[in-house]
């Protein structure tokens, strides 16, 4: 791969951490165990680490033998949004922002997977996925709700993604003011919301299939309580995105139609969770089909869930 580079940074990591100091040191160390294009070493690589709860993750970074340059900093205005925004503006003199979370460990060849389709398809921003890695192995029903799925067994284009395996060039969030909206502060989607503004102004968004960023999955996250509350909560912040994107009357029509759809899947939904057996894939299936349209149907009354309020 010939990259040449116009900025100090290849790549400038943004980690924004919140009371999550031992996931930050793991997933610090897996950057520093990545394989990199040949022609690329850790001087061209920045990590910036932004915290947003009480400061003291600048502990662990000192006293350790990391091979790339670390800035750091405390972000005491709450939410994901300021702490992302806060990530971009630290990210100077540098190509590329790649979006990763506390919660997550890098494969080593994530990075130079990434890089490998931005340069094969010219692509503006490159979204790998999110394996989990269970600390407790749930039943299977719990377990495929977590499994990445692909539209193709090659990379090919989306046309949103989130930010928890993503390469954007930097001179694209450039375009856009914040970049992240404080919309979504405390409700989460800022990632979304951007990412689609990033494909209606044209560009190239590619999902690569083989970078992985693997999360760490905690058992409280391994639960149909946990998995309601996330479904709704995502729906609900796409459709109020579809509102400020103002993607026309015909759009919301069709999106108020599907809600509809998925909110009768609860006629299946619920007599499946109570009688199928937690080996089941299907279990909750319909379920949370169900649940996203009740977050549609919500989010077109205004209604913003703020999951990150407290």
Not at 49 to 76: A, M, R
Not at 91 to 105: H, L, M, N, S
Not at 285 to 306: A, D, M, R, T
Request: one cysteine or more; glycine letters at 4%; charged letters at 25%.
């Amino acid at each position: 791969m010939n990259l040449k580079l116009t900025s100090k940074y290849l790549i400038t990591i943004c980690v924004c951490t919140y009371n999550r100091n031992a996931g930050l040191f793991d997933l610090l160390n897996s950057i520093n165990d990545s394989k990199l294009p040949d022609n690329i070493d850790f001087s061209k690589i920045n990590i910036v680490v932004v915290d947003n709860f009480d400061g003291k993750s600048k502990d662990i970074l000192k006293n350790n033998n990391f091979e790339y340059n670390i800035d750091w900093c405390h972000e005491t205005n709450k939410g994901l949004a300021y702490a992302r925004n806060r990530s971009v503006k630290m990210a100077k003199d540098t190509e590329y922002c790649f979006f990763v979370d506390d919660d997550q460990i890098l494969d080593k060849y994530c990075i130079k997977e990434l890089l490998d389709t931005a340069n094969k398809y010219n692509a503006d921003l490159v979204y790998g996925s999110n394996p989990p890695i269970f600390k407790v192995p749930p039943p299977n029903s719990i377990k495929v709700l977590f499994i990445p799925r692909f539209e193709s067994v090659k990379d090919y284009e989306i046309s949103l993604a989130p930010t928890n395996c993503t390469l954007i060039k930097k001179s694209v969030l450039d375009n856009f003011e914040g970049p992240f909206n404080l919309t979504f502060n405390l409700t989460g989607g800022e990632d979304s919301y951007l990412t689609r503004q990033i494909k209606l102004r044209g560009f190239k968004l590619f999902r690569c299939i083989n970078a992985k960023a693997y999360e760490i999955t905690p058992t409280d996250r391994c639960s149909i309580k946990w998995l309601t509350k996330r479904n709704f909560r995502c729906s609900n912040s796409l459709t109020v995105q579809d509102k400020l994107l103002k993607l026309g009357y015909a759009f919301y029509v069709k999106r108020i139609i599907k809600a509809i759809m998925k909110l009768l899947c609860v006629t299946i939904g619920l007599p499946m969770m109570l009688f199928m057996p937690s080996s089941s894939k299907l279990k909750y299936k319909f379920w949370l089909e169900s649940v996203q349209g009740l977050g549609h149907i919500f989010g077109y009354f205004n209604y913003q869930f703020q999951e990150y309020k407290h």
